[in-house]
């Protein structure tokens, strides 16, 4: 466990796969495209990322009570109300709420969009990019963020009904 290969791997990496833990301020720094998983916020994504290429994939919220995933919309609303999810607040009045980490496959797929990205050969899907605006509408921030700054696509195809 070396911190000097930690860095050498982010500088010399074609694109890194992180978590919103704070190692992703590394590659960061060497201008390197950002896979970013597990992203617990719907309001809060940072778009300063969006200097470099960068695909997130969301956390899921299931309601055990209503038995279903909650949608963007209704995860914002909870994290206006409760401005973290690890709070109190939201332990409290929330509590049957399960976040849901990304699958596997949510993440390779994710990975292999940013490979097909950065080497050209990606083509979007007709309607894909009204999916990117969708989303973006929920949390306001489409008109301040980067073209470069995305959800993942197919995770916005499999889950465009939490757009509504």
């Excluded at 470099?52 to 009570?65: A, E, G, M």
């Excluded at 401005?83 to 929330?94: A, L, Q, R, V």
């Excluded at 008109?143 to 757009?163: A, D, I, P």
Aim: proline share 3%; charged share 25%.
């Amino acid at each position: 466990n070396c911190d000097f290969m930690d860095i050498f791997l982010a500088s010399q990496c074609k694109f890194y796969i992180c978590s919103d833990s704070g190692i992703s301020t590394v590659p960061e720094c060497f201008r390197k495209a950002l896979v970013i998983t597990n992203f617990p916020a719907v309001r809060r994504i940072p778009l300063h990322v969006g200097i470099v290429n960068s695909i997130y994939l969301l956390k899921k919220f299931y309601s055990k009570s209503q038995k279903r995933l909650l949608s963007f919309k209704e995860i914002m609303d909870i994290e206006n109300n409760t401005i973290h999810f690890g709070s109190k607040k939201f332990k409290e009045n929330y509590s049957d709420i399960d976040i849901l980490e990304n699958s596997p496959e949510e993440i390779d797929e994710a990975a292999q969009e940013m490979e097909k990205r950065l080497n050209g050969i990606w083509t979007n899907e007709p309607g894909d990019a009204e999916l990117q605006e969708k989303f973006w509408a929920i949390n306001k921030l489409g008109k301040f963020k980067s073209e470069k700054l995305l959800v993942g696509t197919m995770f916005l195809r499999k889950y465009q009904h939490l757009l509504n």
